[in-house]
T-cell receptor
């Protein structure tokens, strides 16, 4: 009965590879997000989707692309991985865009060799 | 760029004591939220306080908001070892398409 689940929990791969992280929420929320947390614990928003439309796209390299097959899923695809992509990536969801608490998954720790 | 900045960066107290963490931000906000993150886990929402509110309570948690000073505080009373975690404040503002900005957090350690 996990509310926001993301897979895999750990991802170790080599520079230059392409990888995907999946996220699913069973809360019936309208908005989903991807965040990146660096080694200093700074949490930065990357993308958010509301009703399958991208509504925020921070200054993220276009190697990163979110894909939402339906309202309950927001996957993150990363092409040509670089060393600096090593971080913990969190998926989150909320009921609507405004003034709502966000529910987070437990993160995917991505390590680039 | 980060919006919220928590202070202190780290706090260590004994079980039973109160813990106060502060958050400052730079731009006008719609609301401010506090989250907790246990090691290796995702963030858990604690309290949301709107810009027209000054104080909110939830169990042992008390949050204040001073929009004139652009600051907020989170007070945890009668702390427990299980409160050991990182605490983050997050703000959103319509001027930023309502995306939330997080600080780097305060690492709280409660010693049994």
């Amino acid at each position: 009965d996990t509310a926001v689940s993301q897979t895999p929990k750990y991802l170790v791969t080599q520079m230059g590879n392409d990888k995907s992280i999946k996220c699913e929420q069973n809360l019936g929320h309208d908005t989903m997000y991807w965040y990146k947390q660096d080694s200093k614990k700074f949490l930065k928003i990357m993308f958010s989707y509301n009703n399958k439309e991208l509504i925020i796209n921070e200054t993220v390299p276009n190697r990163f692309s979110p894909k939402s097959p339906d309202k309950a899923h927001l996957n993150l695809h990363i092409n040509s991985l670089e060393l600096g992509d090593s971080a913990v990536y969190f998926c989150a969801s909320s009921l609507g865009q405004f003034n709502q608490p966000q529910h987070f998954g437990d993160g995917t720790r991505l390590s680039i060799l | 760029s980060q919006q919220g900045e928590e202070d202190p960066q780290a706090l260590s107290i004994q079980e039973g004591e109160n813990a106060t963490m502060n958050c400052s931000y730079k731009t006008s906000i719609n609301n401010l939220q506090w989250y907790r993150q246990n090691s290796g886990r995702g963030l858990v929402h604690l309290i949301l306080i709107r810009s027209n509110e000054r104080e909110k309570h939830s169990g042992r948690l008390r949050v204040t908001l001073d929009t004139s000073k652009k600051s907020s505080s989170l007070l945890i009373t009668a702390s427990r070892a299980a409160d050991t975690a990182s605490y983050f404040c997050a703000t959103d503002a319509r001027s930023r398409n309502n995306d939330m900005r997080f600080g780097a957090g305060t690492r709280l350690t409660v010693k049994p």
